[in-house]
């Protein structure tokens, strides 16, 4: 009995030469200027390229004795195919900085706490631990969907995330915070600073914490009109930088603005620490709770942590 042979071995691809050609002439929109980038003669490339289309039996491009243009499957077929060689790229030169039996540790936290907060707590890691190579992603969210092969994520929240082993790394203790001018404009007064002279100023406002502002203002039993008033930003970076340059005053936790208020770029418009009704989790899938890199990156986080609140 004759074995099933599977239709892949029929199928017909590309090949890299011809997509690499494709996606710089497409990019470039010109088969000189793709022939210079991939030091290939324009025929070569041009050639590559007509192969392509009789392969697929479309045409990809328009051509004029002047110019070329990309066809409507053209510039379908471009975003797919630069997605193609950017992964084969990005996998290869991954894969190339490897050393032998290492491991890779996929790390995932929001992007402010990363910069500020994650990436220094790790700082040494690598010398620590030669064979994990730290892969470390900033984004906003969701995390662990199937989009995302991560092993480790820092989260801000309840501490509940389904299929997941959280352990809770630190509170967050938030502070109100402008420059130095915008404080003597707004807020400075004889008697120092005053909470209720907040009224007056521009509140910064991050995105997804809308009601900060209020909540701030509640928990100390004051009543300031327009909490929800004033520009939004997507990060506390970006309400960072605002504040910096003068914008208003921005509420943001203590552990990421460190930097500022130590060397007295930005001041603390007030003394009031709005404690927070989340905190920063560490997660991992239930799977990894014995993986000897999750283990090691918690271990070597705690350890930090232990000596950044003691000094």
Same mark, same amino acid.
């Given at each position: $009995?004759?074995?099933?042979?599977?239709?892949?071995?029929?199928?017909?691809?590309?090949?890299? /030469?011809?997509?690499?050609?494709?996606?710089?002439?497409?990019?470039?929109?010109?088969?000189?200027?793709?022939?210079? &980038?991939?030091?290939?003669?324009?025929?070569?490339?041009?050639?590559?390229?007509?192969?392509?289309?009789?392969?697929?039996?479309?045409? !990809?491009?328009?051509?004029?004795?002047?110019?070329?243009?990309?066809?409507?499957?053209?510039?379908?077929?471009?975003?797919?195919?630069?997605?193609?060689?950017?992964?084969?790229?990005?996998?290869?030169?991954?894969? $190339?900085?490897?050393?032998?039996?290492?491991?890779?540790?996929?790390? $995932?936290?929001?992007?402010?706490?990363?910069?500020?907060?994650?990436?220094?707590?790790?700082?040494?890691? =690598?010398?620590?631990?030669?064979?994990?190579?730290?892969?470390?992603?900033?984004? &906003?969210?969701?995390?662990?969907?199937?989009?995302?092969? @991560?092993?480790?994520?820092?989260?801000?929240?309840?501490?509940?995330?389904?299929? $997941?082993?959280?352990?809770?790394?630190?509170?967050?203790?938030?502070?109100?915070?402008?420059?130095?001018?915008?404080?003597?404009?707004? @807020?400075?007064?004889?008697?120092?600073?005053?909470?209720?002279? !907040?009224?007056?100023? /521009?509140?910064?406002?991050? =995105?997804?914490?809308?009601?900060?502002?209020?909540?701030?203002?509640?928990?100390?039993?004051?009543?300031?009109?327009?909490?929800?008033?004033?520009?939004?930003?997507?990060?506390?970076?970006?309400?960072?930088?605002?504040?910096? !340059?003068?914008?208003?005053?921005?509420?943001?936790?203590?552990?990421?603005?460190?930097? &500022? @208020?130590?060397?007295?770029?930005?001041?603390?418009?007030?003394?009031?620490?709005?404690?927070?009704?989340?905190?920063?989790?560490?997660?991992?899938?239930?799977?990894?709770?014995?993986?000897?890199?999750?283990?090691?990156?918690?271990?070597?986080?705690?350890?930090?942590?232990?000596?950044? /609140?003691? =000094?």
């Amino acid at each position: $009995m004759l074995e099933a042979k599977s239709t892949l071995s029929y199928r017909k691809y590309p090949s890299t /030469t011809a997509l690499q050609c494709f996606e710089a002439a497409a990019r470039l929109l010109s088969f000189t200027g793709a022939a210079q &980038e991939l030091y290939m003669t324009q025929s070569a490339v041009s050639k590559q390229v007509a192969q392509l289309e009789d392969m697929l039996n479309i045409s !990809l491009f328009y051509r004029t004795s002047q110019k070329i243009s990309l066809t409507p499957a053209g510039k379908r077929y471009y975003l797919e195919v630069f997605n193609i060689l950017s992964y084969i790229e990005s996998a290869t030169t991954s894969l $190339m900085s490897y050393v032998d039996n290492a491991e890779t540790l996929r790390i $995932m936290a929001h992007p402010t706490f990363c910069a500020r907060w994650l990436i220094p707590a790790l700082a040494g890691f =690598n010398e620590q631990y030669p064979l994990i190579n730290l892969d470390i992603r900033e984004q &906003e969210g969701p995390f662990f969907s199937e989009d995302h092969d @991560i092993d480790i994520a820092f989260l801000y929240g309840e501490g509940v995330w389904t299929g $997941m082993e959280s352990i809770k790394l630190l509170e967050e203790y938030c502070i109100a915070v402008c420059s130095p001018d915008y404080y003597d404009k707004y @807020i400075k007064s004889e008697d120092g600073a005053d909470v209720h002279k !907040l009224g007056n100023c /521009t509140f910064l406002h991050l =995105n997804s914490r809308t009601s900060a502002w209020y909540d701030y203002f509640k928990q100390q039993d004051i009543h300031i009109e327009g909490t929800f008033v004033g520009p939004r930003f997507d990060t506390f970076q970006a309400c960072i930088s605002a504040a910096l !340059l003068g914008y208003g005053v921005a509420l943001i936790p203590r552990i990421l603005v460190t930097p &500022e @208020i130590n060397s007295g770029a930005l001041r603390q418009a007030d003394d009031y620490y709005a404690k927070a009704k989340s905190a920063y989790y560490i997660t991992y899938p239930l799977t990894l709770g014995n993986s000897h890199k999750v283990r090691a990156v918690i271990k070597w986080v705690f350890e930090y942590l232990d000596r950044v /609140t003691r =000094n």
